[in-house]
C-alpha cells in the first residue's frame, strides 16, 4: 500500500522525483534502494535494499516508523510523503540496516552505513544501538546515540538531542535507556546510563543525569561548581 501510494505521489509531482533523483522502483526493496541510491551512493542503497529484502520485520518496523511520523507530525501528504521527505525517517532507515549488519557480525560495514549515511543525514547513532518500532525523529539533524544506548517504542524525539556518556560514567553499559512512549525535546542532553521512564516528558535544552521517573516532566539546566577538574586530554610530557 505504501509503495503505491507513493508512485501515486509521484505521479501526481513528476518533478518531485526529479529532484529526489528517484530511479524506477516496483516494491518496498526497490523503493529503499531508489531513494538511498539518490539520498547517499548507489552502493548504499544497493545494502539498503538487499537488508530490507533479507529481513521482513524490518520493513514492519519502518512501516510503523513512517505511520506514526506521520501521525504526530501532522505531514502533509501522509505516510508516502514522510518516507520520501522526512531526514528523520531516512535516517531511523539507515540506522536500522546497519543495526541488522552489526547484529549478523558484520560491524565494519554496519560503521560504514552510518558514516555514509550520517554525512547525508548529519546524525551520528551507533549501529549497535537499540531503537523500538514507531520511532518519531523530527527533523533528525544532530542526534547522537551512543552505543549501549536503548529506545523503545513509540518514543519521540526532536533535533540536536544527544543520548550520551560521560566521563564518569564510560563502563559497558554507559549510555541512557528511554523507556516506550517518552518525549525527548530539542537540545536535549542526557547522559549516562540512566532511565527515561515510560511517557515522560524531556524539554527542550535540558541536561539529564540522572533517572526520571515514568509520566514526569523534567526542565532545565544549571552549571555550577563541583570541585577540581577531573578529565584531560593534555600531554603532560609535552606540557601542553
Given at each position: ?6 508512485k501515486?505521489l ?23 534502494e531508489?531513494?538511498?541510491s ?14 530490507y ?17 506521520a ?5 502533509p ?5 514522510v518516507?520520501l ?5 531516512h ?12 547484529q549478523?557480525?558484520?560491524?565494519a560495514?554496519?560503521?560504514a552505513v552510518k558514516?555514509a549515511?550520517g ?10 544501538a ?15 546515540a551512543?552505543e ?20 564518569n ?41 540522572e533517572?526520571v ?8 539546566t ?5 570541585g577540581p ?10 606540557g601542553?
Amino acid at each position: 500500500m505504501l509503495v503505491k501510494d507513493v508512485k501515486a505521489l509521484l505521479a501526481d509531482s513528476p518533478q518531485a522525483a526529479d529532484l529526489l533523483g528517484l530511479g524506477p522502483f516496483e516494491d518496498f526493496s526497490d523503493l529503499m534502494e531508489a531513494l538511498f541510491s539518490a539520498l547517499c551512493t548507489e552502493a548504499v542503497g544497493r545494502i539498503v535494499s538487499m537488508t530490507y529484502r533479507e529481513t521482513p520485520a524490518i520493513i514492519a518496523a519502518t512501516e510503523r516508523d513512517i505511520a506514526e511520523t506521520a501521525r504526530r507530525n501532522f505531514e502533509p501528504g501522509g505516510p508516502a510523503a514522510v518516507l520520501l521527505f522526512s531526514r528523520g525517517i531516512h535516517a531511523t532507515i539507515a540506522h536500522r540496516v546497519a543495526h541488522r549488519l552489526w547484529q549478523n557480525g558484520d560491524t565494519a560495514a554496519a560503521m560504514a552505513v552510518k558514516a555514509a549515511c550520517g554525512r547525508a543525514f548529519a546524525t551520528d547513532i551507533h549501529p549497535a544501538a537499540q531503537i523500538g518500532a514507531g520511532f518519531w525523529l523530527d527533523h533528525g539533524l544532530g542526534f547522537v546515540a551512543g552505543e549501549t544506548t536503548v529506545i523503545g517504542k513509540d518514543v519521540s524525539i526532536w533535533h540536536n538531542v544527544t543520548l550520551g556518556s560521560t566521563f564518569n560514567n564510560s563502563g559497558a553499559d554507559r549510555h541512557p535507556k528511554v523507556e516506550d512512549g517518552a518525549i525527548i525535546g530539542a537540545g536535549a542532553l542526557v547522559l549516562g546510563n540512566v532511565t527515561i521512564g515510560a511517557g515522560a516528558n524531556i524539554g527542550a535544552g535540558a541536561i539529564v543525569l540522572e533517572d526520571v521517573p515514568p509520566g514526569r516532566v523534567v526542565v532545565g539546566t544549571k552549571a555550577h561548581d563541583v570541585g577540581p577538574a577531573r578529565v584531560s586530554f593534555l600531554d603532560m610530557e609535552q606540557g601542553t
